[in-house]
T-cell receptor
C-alpha cells in the first residue's frame, strides 16, 4: 500500500531556533499534502493544505510566517517551524492524497519538543 | 459547521469482549466518514470508511462500522477485542471539496484492553 514517511520522528530544539520536518510519499505522487498538529490527549487539528507548485493554504488561526510550508515536488512537503517556542511543542502529522485513489495516507508523525 | 463528537474519552474492556465506540457527526450533506486508529507515537491508520452504498462497512482487523443517517452516527464495532487493539481511535468526517480533501477529527477514544 501507499506509504508516507516523516522525518525526523523526534526532534528537540532550543527556543528561538527553526526546525524542518519532511513529509515524503514513498511510492506514489501526491499533489496535495496536509499538515496536522496534535496536542497531548487531543485530536488532530488541520494546520494547512500544501499544494505542489503553489502556496499553501492555512487554516484560520495558523500563522503562516511561523509555520512555513514548501511543496516543491510531487513527493515531498516540508514544514518549518520558525523561531520555535515551548508552546510549539507538539506532534505534527502529515498526510498525502494519492493521485489515483484520492485516499489519504498518514505519516508516522514527528514529535517536536522545544526547550 | 461540520463537527465530530466522540462521547467516550476512555473505554476499558476485557480481552474477548465486544466493543462499540461511538461517533456522532454534524454535516449538511451526505458525509464521508472515516475511522482511524493511532498507536502510541505512531501515525494514523485507516480502519474503514463510508462514502455511499451499504451502510454497514467492513474494515481491517475485524472492525466494522454502521452509518445511521437518522442518528447522525457512525459507530465502530468489533465482536471480540484483542489486546493489540489497545490504541486511540479517531472518527473523522470529510469536509472539503470531494469530501476527502480535509478531515475533521473527533477528540478520540482511548481503548484499554485488560487480559
Amino acid at each position: 500500500g501507499a506509504v508516507v514517511s516523516q522525518h525526523p520522528s523526534r526532534v528537540i530544539c532550543k527556543s528561538g531556533t527553526s526546525v524542518k520536518i519532511e513529509c515524503r510519499s514513498l511510492d506514489f505522487q501526491a499533489t496535495t499534502m496536509f499538515w496536522y498538529r496534535q496536542f497531548p490527549k487531543q485530536s488532530l487539528m488541520l494546520m494547512a493544505t500544501s499544494n505542489e507548485g503553489s502556496k499553501a493554504t492555512y487554516e484560520q488561526g495558523v500563522e503562516k510566517d511561523k509555520f512555513l510550508i514548501n511543496h516543491a515536488s510531487l513527493t515531498l512537503s516540508t514544514l518549518t517551524v520558525t523561531s520555535a517556542h515551548p508552546e510549539d511543542s507538539s506532534f505534527y502529522i502529515c498526510s498525502a492524497r494519492g493521485t489515483r485513489s484520492g485516499e489519504l495516507f498518514f505519516g508516522e508523525g514527528s514529535r517536536l519538543t522545544v526547550l | 459547521a461540520q463537527s465530530v463528537t466522540q462521547p467516550d474519552i476512555h473505554i476499558t474492556v476485557s480481552e474477548g469482549a465486544s466493543l462499540e465506540l461511538r461517533c456522532n457527526y454534524s454535516y449538511g450533506a451526505t458525509p464521508y466518514l472515516f475511522w482511524y486508529v493511532q498507536s502510541p507515537g505512531q501515525g494514523l491508520q485507516l480502519l474503514l470508511k463510508y462514502f455511499s452504498g451499504d451502510t454497514l462497512v467492513q474494515g481491517i482487523k475485524g472492525f466494522e462500522a454502521e452509518f445511521k443517517r437518522s442518528q447522525s452516527s457512525f459507530n465502530l464495532r468489533k465482536p471480540s477485542v484483542h489486546w493489540s487493539d489497545a490504541a486511540e481511535y479517531f472518527c473523522a468526517v470529510g469536509a472539503g471539496r470531494g469530501n476527502t480533501d480535509k478531515l475533521i477529527f473527533g477528540t478520540g477514544t482511548r481503548l484499554q484492553v485488560f487480559p
